[in-house]
């Protein structure tokens, strides 16, 4: 074994409900402080044996299997507390909701070990749930670092299993607007294509066959306005994958606007919508994915009550979507 992966390996037996996933979510999900691409480096390495025999990340687990995994270390240092200003949307003795802003990361990552939302309500909260590792306190979902908008934030563990287990039964409906660049055909569609890892490039996620690692994914959205060359689109994810919205939208043909990942442009100026001779062509309209948690619906994980929550378009949205009315609209010259 490599000199930083722990001596003692953990060993476990694959359970019924587990059955069928692939080893490297499995992995990733039962050791929260571990991201996935850790996992596959791990069984690149050799690091995980199911019945005493290395596998492939593709490997899908059966019950009865018996995993052996030496992980590496983790850092001793757990995150701590920063007076980061939040905008707290609802909030009781069991959780909270929170209206995340753009730029920051839900916990604490390679490269972004500060500055995370979990920094922000260790100080902000006395209490926090533990289910997702240290690392992780109150975590039940995460949103993208650009992506704005609605995040629950566990307060103890038995919210948290019940919210988890909301998530797991694809009961909690979230919706999402987002500004796109293309206009969809249809006023209201929904696009169920699997997505995986993208095979060449570890950011970004993929259209991908089941046999290639694709998972169930269903996206359904509805166009809210038209503008020439853009829209406002409605999107509610019936699944929970990373990236699905962005990776459904731009499958389609309309990626979200400044998402430099997936539509190759990084962000919409004035140019975009008057044209490069415009004045002020180079003024910013919006530097980060239009994209934003709007609405979130659920069931209160301890009194059992429905819940409606949302939150409006972040300022810099609203002023890129009031450009596209006043340049792109169909009333506009």
Not at 94 to 102: D, E, G, I, L, R
Not at 179 to 205: C, F
């Amino acid at each position: 074994m490599p000199p930083e992966l722990s001596k003692t390996p953990s060993t476990f037996t694959v359970k019924a409900r587990i059955e069928g996933k692939r080893i490297d979510a499995y992995l990733s999900g039962r050791f929260p402080d571990y991201s996935r691409s850790v996992c596959q480096k791990l069984i690149d390495a050799d690091a995980v044996l199911v019945n005493g025999q290395p596998v492939k990340a593709s490997y899908r687990v059966r019950l009865g299997d018996e995993i052996r995994v030496w992980l590496p270390e983790l850092a001793d240092d757990a995150p701590v507390p920063e007076d980061i200003p939040l905008e707290v949307v609802y909030e009781d003795a069991a959780f909270t909701v929170v209206n995340k802003p753009a730029g920051m990361v839900t916990h604490p990552a390679k490269g972004h070990w500060s500055g995370t939302l979990v920094n922000a309500i260790q100080f902000r909260f006395d209490s926090l749930s533990t289910l997702a590792g240290e690392h992780r306190p109150g975590i039940v979902h995460r949103l993208d670092r650009d992506t704005t908008g609605l995040l629950i934030v566990a307060k103890d563990d038995v919210a948290h299993r019940q919210l988890a287990l909301q998530f797991e039964q694809r009961t909690i409906r979230k919706e999402y607007i987002a500004l796109v660049s293309g206009v969809p055909e249809r006023d209201s569609d929904y696009v169920e294509r699997a997505i995986g890892p993208h095979p060449t490039n570890r950011e970004k996620m993929a259209i991908r066959l089941p046999e290639d690692g694709g998972r169930e994914a269903v996206t359904f959205y509805e166009v809210l306005e038209r503008f020439r060359g853009y829209a406002l689109v409605r999107c509610k994810p019936a699944t929970g994958r990373t990236h699905q919205i962005r990776v459904h939208l731009a499958h389609i043909g309309c990626p979200i606007v400044a998402d430099k990942l997936y539509s190759g442009r990084d962000r919409l100026t004035i140019g975009d919508l008057l044209g490069p001779e415009a004045a002020a062509a180079e003024q910013l309209l919006l530097d980060r994915q239009g994209l934003h948690a709007h609405t979130l619906r659920l069931v209160h994980p301890l009194t059992g009550r429905e819940m409606d929550l949302s939150a409006p378009l972040p300022p810099d949205m609203a002023a890129a979507l009031a450009a596209l009315r006043a340049y792109r609209g169909a009333n506009s010259s």
